[in-house]
């Protein structure tokens, strides 16, 4: 369980999120919605701990994360995966390097293991055949798929995923929404999806938290959602 106690976070004395609170439960599908520049990816990167709050603290699994030193955040981020906006992929190396990247980093397999992990995880993604193409090469489908073996290769038990639909065509779309449910399931994660893509909320339908103007105004099931009376949260639906 992730939970958000009363923070506050922004930027050279201005905040961008004012005092949230927000329970991420376990093995549950949380999706973040709100406008374009609300503060989603600030959040996200929050509990990533790549931004410090102004106050505030975040607990993953009891544990003060912001307490934390240097070596062990790395250690808990290895349960922390995130799938960054626009895929994050190192341009200069292979969709091998680039999925066995936290395999070198993070533990000491052997070579053999690291190919096995990499082959198998690049399988499930349905992307078997282009171990040695560069990021270049691709597709944004693909990007978005070779980051997502990027990100589980090391079992992580919660998993951001940031847009991962945003800027795709919708079959394309479509195929990253069932291979995020089909990770949730084979690996029991637990997953928050921050996006704005209305078709991605529907089809995922789990919880939703929606955050507008520096808060937290909702947060509920995602039939609530859709049947909110809330002028913010209908207008959020209509315009999206
Ligand atoms: N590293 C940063 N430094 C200063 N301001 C930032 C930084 N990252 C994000 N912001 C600001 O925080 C606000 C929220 O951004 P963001 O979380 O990216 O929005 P979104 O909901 O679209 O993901 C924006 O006004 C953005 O300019
Ligand atoms: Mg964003």
Same mark, same amino acid.
């Given at each position: @369980? *992730?939970?958000?106690?009363?923070?506050?976070?922004?930027?050279?004395?201005?905040?961008?999120?004012?005092n949230?609170s927000?329970?991420?439960?376990?093995?549950?599908?949380?999706?973040?919605?709100?406008?374009?520049?609300?503060?989603?990816?600030?959040?996200?990167?929050?509990?990533e701990?790549?931004?410090?709050p102004?106050?505030?603290?975040?607990?993953?699994d009891?544990?003060?994360?912001?307490?934390?030193?240097?070596?062990?955040?790395?250690?808990?981020?290895?349960?922390?995966?995130?799938?960054?906006?626009?895929?994050?992929?190192?341009?200069?190396?292979s969709?091998?390097?680039?999925?066995?990247?936290?395999?070198?980093?993070?533990? $000491?397999?052997?070579?053999?293991?690291?190919?096995?992990?990499?082959?198998?995880?690049?399988?499930?993604?349905?992307?078997?055949?282009?171990?040695?193409?560069?990021p270049?090469?691709?597709?944004?489908?693909?990007?978005?798929?070779?980051?997502?073996?990027?990100?589980?290769?090391?079992?992580?038990e919660?998993? *951001?995923?940031?847009?991962?639909?945003?800027?795709?065509?919708?079959? *394309?779309?479509d195929?990253?929404?069932?291979?995020?449910?089909? @990770?949730?399931?084979?690996?029991?994660l637990?997953?928050?999806?921050?996006? /704005?893509?209305l078709d991605?909320?529907?089809? *995922?339908?789990?919880?939703?938290?929606?955050? /507008?103007?520096?808060?937290?105004?909702? $947060?509920?099931?995602?039939?609530?959602?859709?049947?909110?009376?809330?002028?913010?949260?209908?207008?959020?639906?209509?315009?999206?």
């Amino acid at each position: @369980m *992730i939970e958000i106690k009363n923070l506050t976070v922004g930027f050279n004395g201005d905040t961008v999120l004012e005092n949230i609170s927000l329970v991420i439960p376990q093995n549950e599908i949380t999706v973040i919605v709100g406008r374009s520049g609300c503060g989603k990816s600030v959040l996200m990167k929050t509990i990533e701990r790549l931004f410090y709050p102004f106050s505030g603290k975040i607990f993953v699994d009891g544990i003060d994360i912001f307490s934390l030193k240097r070596k062990e955040m790395k250690e808990m981020r290895k349960r922390l995966a995130m799938l960054f906006q626009g895929s994050a992929l190192l341009d200069s190396l292979s969709v091998f390097q680039n999925v066995a990247l936290p395999l070198y980093e993070h533990t $000491d397999l052997s070579e053999e293991k690291i190919f096995n992990k990499v082959t198998e995880n690049l399988k499930l993604m349905g992307l078997e055949d282009v171990l040695d193409k560069m990021p270049a090469e691709l597709s944004g489908g693909m990007k978005k798929r070779v980051a997502l073996a990027r990100a589980i290769i090391l079992k992580p038990e919660y998993i *951001i995923y940031d847009e991962p639909t945003t800027g795709l065509d919708p079959i *394309i779309a479509d195929e990253i929404i069932k291979l995020i449910l089909k @990770m949730r399931k084979a690996y029991n994660l637990t997953s928050i999806i921050v996006t /704005h893509d209305l078709d991605c909320i529907r089809k *995922i339908a789990g919880r939703v938290a929606m955050i /507008h103007e520096k808060k937290i105004i909702f $947060d509920g099931s995602y039939n609530e959602f859709k049947n909110s009376a809330d002028i913010r949260v209908q207008s959020f639906m209509r315009f999206s």
